[in-house]
């Protein structure tokens, strides 16, 4: 019973911490496509055409993580 009640802690502990990597990667994953459409933004503000800004847009969107 004793080694049931460490274990059920244990995984608690472990659910809490990966609970916690995800939202990190969350917080990473936003400013990653943050940082994308501002990329994008920054090119059309340079005159760069929309089927370009669309081709680069694409393109960093197959770079970074799901």
């Known amino acids: 019973r004793e080694d049931l009640s460490l274990h059920v802690e244990r995984c608690a502990e472990r659910y809490g911490a990966v609970q916690s990597e ?3 990667l969350r917080q990473q994953v936003r400013r990653i496509e943050t940082a994308i459409w501002g990329m994008g933004a ?3 503000a340079m005159g760069a055409g929309g089927a370009q800004v669309l081709a680069v847009l694409r393109g960093l969107a197959n770079i970074a993580p799901p």
């Open 22 to 24: 995800l939202s990190s």
């Open 42 to 44: 920054l090119l059309l």
